[in-house]
């Protein structure tokens, strides 16, 4: 049986020989940058693939979806795939999303963000009551 942790991608950030090392998987990253976006004022949701929105609909939620994560030698490349709430300026709020999400990813894991792109997959426009 192969452990869960060898299939995974991890990083190391942190290392020394009393204190051991520190790993973290790019499910993690992924994770931190998608919570970081939904904080955003303008963003309704994370858009992810078919599967995503059926685990979604079943109850079970997958705090990546939407987001890949790629990391270099300590430098992390995220691309994002968001629904925007209507009446929200697109680019302003895409400048938030990416400020956010590197200052959350820089600050919880010490990796460098080198860029943080994002794909408008939607337009959510609320229903009157």
Partial sequence: MVK???TRNT???YENDKAG??????EVVAII????????EGVSSMAGNITNELVGKLG???????VKVE?????VSVELALHMKYGYNIP???TKVQEKVK??????TGLMVSDVNIRIAGVDIEKSK
Avoid at 21 to 26: L, N, P, S, W, Y
Avoid at 60 to 66: D, E, P, Q, R, V
Avoid at 103 to 108: G, K, L, P, V
């Fill in 60 to 66: 079970m939620k997958n705090l990546s979806k939407g």
């Fill in 4 to 6: 869960e942790q060898d």
């Fill in 103 to 108: 200052a959350a990813i820089e600050n919880m």
């Fill in 21 to 26: 090392e520190v790993q973290i998987a790019d």
């Fill in 71 to 75: 990391v270099l030698e300590n430098a």
């Fill in 92 to 94: 302003a709020v895409s």
């Fill in 11 to 13: 990083h190391r950030i």
């Fill in 33 to 40: 940058a998608g919570l970081a976006a939904t904080e955003v």
